[in-house]
C-alpha cells in the first residue's frame, strides 16, 4: 500500500470518527428522559402559573360600575336642559319569585351544563381566547357563572387578560356560591334591551307584567334575547332579526324538553308571545320622549355602544330651538287637534301629524312634531317611513329631469316651460314596467301645459310621463341621492310618491333644494360629551353639492308657483316668500305639506293610522270630507311659520335662474298657441298653456301615441285644482271636487273606487 492510500484510509476513519462523535452529542442532548423532564416541567411551570393566577386574583369585594351609574343630560341648542334620563332600570329580584320554567329557560338557552361544570367551560374559554388573540373579535364560549362574573364585577372589554381574570374569578364564585345565587345574579344584572337590566325590568318592558307572572314562553323569549337585545327586541327588529329570535326561542324551548325540564306536550303547546310596544322612559312622557329616543338612535348610529351610553354621565346638546319646538306644538294644538272630537267621530281617533322643521344652512332639526305623547303613541310620526309622500315626490322629477339633461320622446330639454299633454290617464309613453296611465285628480283633463303649470296644478299624468323620459332608474338614483330610502321599488307608480317616507327625510330633500343643491341630511344631536369616554363623529349634516345651484333654484322657483298659483292655498297671502308642494295619498292614508322659507324648511306629514298600526283613510277627519295637503298639513305649516321666522320673515330668495314662477313671458315662442297667465282661475284645457314662460323657446311635447280625448272640457272654479279653497284643498266640497274625494260621487273618480280602470288617485 503507497503513502497515498494510506492517507485516504486515514481521512476515511477520521470522517467516520466524526459522525460518530456527532450522533453520540444528539443522542446525549435529546435523551427520552431529558425530553420527559422537559414536557413536565412546562406542565409544573404551567400549573404553577395557574395557581399563581389563581392565588393572585381574588373576588372583587364590589360590583363594577353599573353600581355608580350617572344620568345622561339632554339640552337644548341653547343650553337649557331638555330632560335628564340615565338611571339604571333594574330591580332584583330572588329566585323564589321567577317561576322555576323561567328560570330553566336561561340555563336552556344559554348553559344546558350550568349545574354540573366548575364554573368555567375552558375549552370554549380557549377558543375565545385564541380568536382574540387573532383579532376575529367577540367571541362566545362563556357558562353562565362567567357571564355573571362578567356582567356584576368585570366590563366588556374582549382582551386575554379581562378573559383569564374571568376564568379564575368564576372558578372562585362557584366554589363559593351555590348554583341558585349565581343563576339569580346572572339573570338579574343581564341587559335586556330597552334600558332593561334585570328580569324584573325586562318583564315589565316587554310583556308589562312583573317577573313572577311571566310565562315559559315569555322566559324563552327573554332568554332568547340575551344574546343580541338590540337586533332580536320586536319592536325594531327587521324581518331578518325577528325570524332569528324564533328560532332561538324554538331552540330554547327545545332544549328545555331535551334536559327534562319541560315535557314534549307542553313544549308542543307553546306559541310565540310578542312583545308589547315599550313604555316611555321614567319623567320621558309627552313630547319629550319623542326627542331623546331619536337623539339615543342617531347616537347609536354613530356608534355609541348602548350599554355603555345607559350607564350614564353623557351629555347630549340637540338643534331643537325652544321657542320654536314650542310654537310647532302650538300651530298643531290650534289648527288640527282643536278640530278633534275622537269621543263623537272615530276617524278623528286615528289621526296622526309627524313633522320636522330643518335650519338649511346647518342642517340641524330645530323643532320636531313626534305626536299627541310617547305614553299614548310610541311611534314617533317625524321619523317614520311607513306613509306614502304622495306628490311631494314630483319636484323630485323636475329635479332629476334637468340634472340629467332629459328630454321629451320629442327630443327635446325638459325645463318648467316644456309643453306636456296634461289630458286625464293619458297612456306613458315609452316607460318600462307595463301599461300606466294614471288619473289626474278629479279625473280633470287639461290639454296642452307647461311643467309649471303642470306642478302648479299637480297633474299626474305629466309627471307619469316625465318620469318615463327621465328613465325610472334616473329618477330613483335622484331620490336616494337626496336623502329618500334606497328600497323604494323601481316602478311606474314611485312617479306618483308611492315609495315610503318620513317628514324628516322629506325635510331632507327640500333643505337641499333650499340650501342651492348641497346636500342636508337633518340631524337632531350636535355634540355629545362624556368625561371618559370618547365623543361619537358626528358627520357634517351639510354636505356636498349633489345638484347644480341652477337646478336646485329652478326647482325652488317652480315650487314659488305652487305656493302663488297652485294648490297651497293655506299658505297664500303671508308676509314672507315661500316654496313648497301638498300630497295626498292613495286613499287618502295620508296628506302632506313640504314648504320652506329662505331660512326654515319644514315638513308636515299627517297619516291615518287604526289600532294594531293598521293604514287607513283620514276622509272624514275634523268632520270635514276629504283631507288633503292643502288641509290641515298646510294650515299647520303656515301657523308655525308665522311665529317660529321671527326677524326672519323678510327674508327672499336668492335665485341663479331665470325659469320658473315669476319670469315674465317673451316676445315669441313655439308653443301650440299663444300663453295666457291668469293666476287666480283654472288652466284651460283647450291646449293654451297657461304658465309664465321663460325668455327662452318654449318647447312643445306631443306623444306619437293617441291621446285620450279630455273628460273634462270646462271645468269650473268650484270643485277645480285652483278653485275656491271653501271645504278643501281646491275645491268646494273636497280635495278637488265637488262633494267628493277626487270627482263627483266617488274616491277618486265619477262613480267610485279609485276611478273606472286606472291606478288610485294620487294628489
Known amino acids: 500500500m503507497g503513502r497515498a492510500d494510506v492517507r485516504r484510509a486515514d481521512q476515511e476513519r477520521a470522517r467516520r470518527d466524526g459522525k460518530k462523535q456527532e450522533k453520540g452529542r444528539i443522542r446525549r442532548l435529546f435523551t427520552w428522559k431529558k425530553i420527559l423532564g422537559t414536557f413536565f416541567g412546562v406542565c409544573l411551570l404551567g400549573i404553577l402559573s395557574v395557581v399563581g393566577l389563581y392565588l393572585y386574583v381574588d373576588v372583587p369585594a364590589a360590583g363594577n360600575e353599573l353600581a355608580v351609574a350617572q344620568s345622561n343630560v339632554y339640552k337644548y341648542a341653547d343650553g337649557k336642559v331638555l330632560a335628564r334620563t340615565g338611571k339604571v332600570n333594574r330591580e332584583s329580584v330572588p329566585l323564589s319569585r321567577i317561576p322555576k320554567d323561567v328560570q330553566m329557560s336561561f340555563v336552556a338557552a344559554e348553559n344546558k351544563t350550568f349545574f354540573d361544570d366548575s364554573g368555567i367551560d375552558l375549552k370554549g374559554t380557549l377558543r375565545g381566547v385564541l380568536k382574540t388573540l387573532s383579532g376575529e373579535g367577540k367571541q362566545g364560549g362563556s357558562t353562565i357563572t362567567q357571564q355573571y362574573v362578567k356582567n356584576y364585577y368585570l366590563s366588556q372589554e374582549q382582551t386575554v387578560s379581562r378573559k383569564l381574570q374571568e376564568m379564575v374569578i368564576s372558578l372562585k364564585v362557584d366554589a363559593k356560591f351555590s348554583k341558585e345565587k349565581i343563576l339569580a345574579g346572572y339573570i338579574n344584572t343581564s341587559f335586556y334591551g330597552r334600558r332593561a337590566y334585570g328580569i324584573q325590568a325586562a318583564a315589565q318592558a316587554y310583556y308589562h307584567v312583573d317577573a313572577d307572572k311571566l310565562t315559559v314562553s315569555q322566559g324563552a323569549y327573554l332568554a332568547s334575547l340575551l344574546q343580541a337585545p338590540n337586533q332580536y327586541d320586536w319592536a325594531q327588529a327587521t324581518p331578518a332579526g325577528k325570524k332569528l329570535v324564533k328560532q332561538r326561542w324554538a331552540y330554547t324551548l327545545d332544549n328545555m324538553v331535551e334536559m ?305 298659483d297652485g294648490t297651497a292655498t293655506a299658505v297664500r297671502g303671508t308676509n314672507y316668500e315661500a316654496a313648497g308642494k301638498t300630497g295626498t295619498s292613495d286613499d287618502n292614508k295620508s296628506a302632506w305639506f313640504v314648504g320652506y322659507t329662505p331660512k326654515l324648511v319644514t315638513a308636515v306629514g299627517m297619516f291615518g293610522e287604526a289600532e294594531g298600526g293598521r293604514q287607513v283613510t283620514l276622509h272624514g277627519t275634523g268632520g270635514g270630507g276629504r283631507v288633503n295637503g292643502g288641509g290641515y298639513p298646510a294650515q299647520v305649516w303656515a301657523a308655525y311659520n308665522a311665529t317660529a321666522l321671527g326677524a326672519d320673515a323678510h327674508a327672499t330668495f336668492d335665485l341663479d335662474t331665470d325659469l320658473g314662477a315669476g319670469v315674465a313671458p317673451p316676445p315669441t315662442q313655439t308653443a301650440p298657441s299663444t300663453p295666457t297667465h291668469t293666476p287666480s282661475g283654472p288652466p284651460t284645457p283647450t291646449g293654451t298653456p297657461t304658465g309664465s314662460p321663460s325668455t327662452d323657446p318654449t318647447p312643445t311635447h306631443t306623444p306619437t301615441d293617441p291621446t285620450q280625448t279630455p273628460t273634462d272640457p270646462t271645468p269650473t272654479t268650484t270643485g277645480g285644482d285652483t278653485g275656491s279653497p271653501t271645504g278643501g284643498e281646491n275645491g268646494t266640497g273636497g280635495e278637488n271636487g265637488a262633494g267628493g274625494q277626487n270627482g263627483a260621487g266617488g274616491n277618486n273618480g265619477t262613480g267610485g273606487g279609485n276611478g273606472p280602470g286606472g291606478l288610485n288617485g294620487f294628489e
Do not use: C
Open 260 to 564: 327534562k325540564w319541560l315535557t314534549q306536550a307542553e313544549r308542543d303547546k307553546q306559541k310565540f308571545d310578542i312583545p308589547k310596544d315599550p313604555k316611555p322612559e321614567e319623567g320621558l312622557t309627552g313630547r319629550t320622549g319623542y326627542l331623546v329616543k331619536a337623539a339615543k338612535d342617531e347616537l347609536f348610529a354613530h356608534g355609541v355602544d348602548e350599554k355603555k351610553f345607559e350607564l350614564g354621565g353623557w351629555t347630549i346638546t340637540l338643534g331643537i330651538e325652544k321657542d320654536k319646538q314650542l310654537a310647532l306644538e302650538k300651530s298643531v294644538k290650534d289648527k288640527l287637534t282643536a278640530d278633534l272630537d275622537p269621543k263623537t267621530r272615530k276617524v278623528d281617533k286615528d289621526a296622526q301629524l309627524g313633522a320636522a322643521s330643518v335650519d338649511p344652512k346647518t342642517g340641524h332639526i330645530v323643532a320636531m312634531y313626534g305626536g299627541a305623547g310617547f305614553t299614548q303613541h310610541y311611534i314617533n310620526n317625524a321619523t317614520r317611513e311607513d306613509y306614502q309622500p304622495a306628490s311631494t315626490f314630483k319636484p323630485l322629477i323636475l329635479a332629476s329631469a334637468m340634472e340629467n339633461r332629459s328630454q321629451t320622446q320629442d327630443g327635446l330639454p325638459i325645463t318648467p316651460n316644456t309643453i306636456y299633454d296634461g289630458n286625464n290617464r293619458r297612456p306613458v309613453v315609452g316607460g318600462t314596467g307595463g301599461a300606466f296611465a294614471p288619473p289626474n285628480e278629479d279625473q280633470r283633463s287639461y290639454g296642452n301645459i307647461t311643467v309649471q303649470q303642470a306642478m302648479n296644478n299637480s297633474v299626474n299624468s305629466v309627471f307619469a310621463q316625465m318620469g318615463a323620459d327621465v328613465g325610472l332608474d334616473s329618477l330613483k338614483k335622484t331620490a336616494t341621492s337626496l336623502g329618500m330610502s334606497s328600497k323604494m321599488d323601481v316602478q311606474p307608480a314611485m312617479t306618483l310618491g308611492s315609495m315610503g317616507a318620513s317628514p324628516v327625510q322629506m325635510a331632507g330633500v327640500y333643505a337641499t333644494f333650499d340650501n342651492h343643491g348641497k346636500k342636508v341630511t337633518p340631524t337632531l344631536v350636535t355634540k355629545a360629551e362624556h368625561a371618559s369616554e370618547p365623543a361619537p363623529d358626528l358627520p357634517d349634516p351639510v354636505g356636498d353639492q349633489i345638484l347644480s345651484r341652477q337646478t336646485a333654484d329652478t326647482v325652488t322657483s317652480v315650487l314659488r308657483g305652487v305656493v302663488d
